[in-house]
Every structure is written in C-alpha cells, then in structure tokens.
C-alpha cells in the first residue's frame, strides 16, 4: 500500500534562511509525488510535482523538491525563507501501478512551517 | 470564480440529523474527489467519479454516506444519521483526465471545504 511520511509536525526558520520540509513515501512501484499548502482558512493549493524526469523539479513562489529514489524522499525546500510561507504543507503520493489507488492522491499529516521575522 | 466552490461552508448540526453538501468542480474536469480532513491529519480519500460514473469508494465511506455527481458536473455528498465523529472539513477537488492519458499524472484543485460540527 502507498504511503508518505511527514517526520517534522512543525518547522521553524528564520526569514531570509533557506528552508525545508521533509517527505518520505511507500509504494510498490514509481510515484508520482505531489506537494500542497494550506494557508489558514483557505483550500489545499498545489505548488510542484514529480512524475518522471528531472529530479529536481521547480514550483509556485519559488518552491522546489527533490526526488531520490534511493532514499524515498521528496524533501521540499526553498533558498530564502518568506514570512508569509508560514502555512500548512503536505506531501502527497500516488502509485500508478496500484490496483485500487492508481487515481487517488496519499496525503501525509502535514507540517507547519513557521517563518520567524 | 472558476477555481472549484463547496457549500455551504460551515454546517453545525445535532447528532442523528443528515447533512448534504454540494461541489461545482472547475467546469472542464471529469474527474471529481471526495476527501475528509480532521484536525492533524492529511487529508483522507472518501470517493471520486469519472463523468458520472463513482469509480472507487475508500472503506472509511459507510453505509450512512452516499455521493452522487449525476449529470457529470456538480456532486453532493450526504451523510445520514450524522455522528460525532463525522465531524470534520470535508473537502472536495477536480482534475482534468485526459483521453489517452496512460494514467493520471495531473494534480486535484481542491475547494475550501465544508466543515461539519456535529454536537
């Protein structure tokens, strides 16, 4: 069954530093990996995705995430850190070999990032 | 706006009453989703359809929940009998399945979700 792990329920950085947040994942077969952030009161909004390719993969307000195969991670992370990244993250996986969850996106329990002014 | 729109917001409710909500997913998507977030969690997969047709339902939908999306456009999803532990943000997302698509590599659009208080 596929599954991703947040380590990190929170995470603090000071402004201006670089930042990153933490995923691994869990699947029988290639994922595609997926991150989200929720900002208070708002809904889930997309920022990157890996599907194949480029490691390395580059998103909205300057985001980009890393896929290592041989660690299972998809570890978010941004040079220069902004107050208003303070928001919820999740990293999401789906399996597209699985059986019964090849269309579904596997959400890990996220992690509250903080930018300290 | 044409992101994708969850009513009614917010809904509070008494223990044992039903309770539907309602998703107009962005216009040109086929494919529609049903999640369930509590505090501290990820969000949990409910449901989702393809056109009209529900394709897949997670274990954690019981008997007392029930989505339809019947003309392939708008879904609702009701929930009978309404528990405590039905409390939560339901959240509802869209995304565009391409005809030919190997499979589907696209991300979900997701509303602001419903919450539901049952007390």
């Known amino acids: 069954a596929q599954s991703v792990a947040q380590p990190e329920d929170q995470v603090n950085v000071a402004e201006g530093n670089p930042l990153t947040v933490k995923c691994t994942y869990s699947?029988?077969?290639?994922?595609?990996l997926f991150w989200y952030v929720q900002y208070p009161n708002r809904g889930l909004q997309f920022l990157l995705k890996?599907?194949?390719?480029?490691?390395l993969v580059k998103g909205s307000y300057g985001f980009e995430a890393e896929f290592n195969k041989s660690q299972t991670s998809f570890h978010l992370k941004k040079p220069s850190a902004l107050v208003s990244d303070s928001a919820l993250y999740f990293c999401?996986?789906?399996?597209?070999?699985?059986?019964?969850?090849?269309?579904?996106?596997?959400f890990g329990t996220g992690t509250r990032l903080t930018v300290i002014p | 706006d044409t992101g994708v729109s969850q009513n009614p917001r917010h809904k509070i409710t008494k223990r044992g009453q039903n309770v539907t909500f309602r998703c107009d997913p962005i216009?040109?998507?086929?494919?529609l989703y049903w999640y369930r977030q509590t505090l501290g969690q990820g969000p949990e997969f409910l449901t989702y359809?393809?056109?009209?047709?529900?394709?897949?339902k997670s274990r954690l939908l019981s008997d007392r929940f029930s989505a339809e999306r019947p003309k392939g456009s708008f879904s609702t999803l009701e929930i009978q009998r309404t528990e405590q532990g039905d409390s939560a943000m339901y959240l509802c997302?869209?995304?565009?399945?391409?005809?030919?698509?190997?499979?589907?590599?696209?991300?979900?659009?997701f509303g602001e979700g419903s919450r539901l208080t049952v007390l």
């Open positions: 890996y599907i194949t390719g480029d490691n």
């Open positions: 699947v029988s077969g290639n994922p595609y």
């Open positions: 999401a996986v789906r399996d597209p070999s699985h059986q019964t969850g090849a269309n579904n996106l596997f």
């Open positions: 216009s040109e998507h086929n494919r």
């Open positions: 359809f393809q056109n009209e047709a529900q394709l897949e």
């Open positions: 997302a869209s995304t565009l399945r391409r005809v030919g698509e190997a499979s589907n590599t696209g991300e979900l659009f």
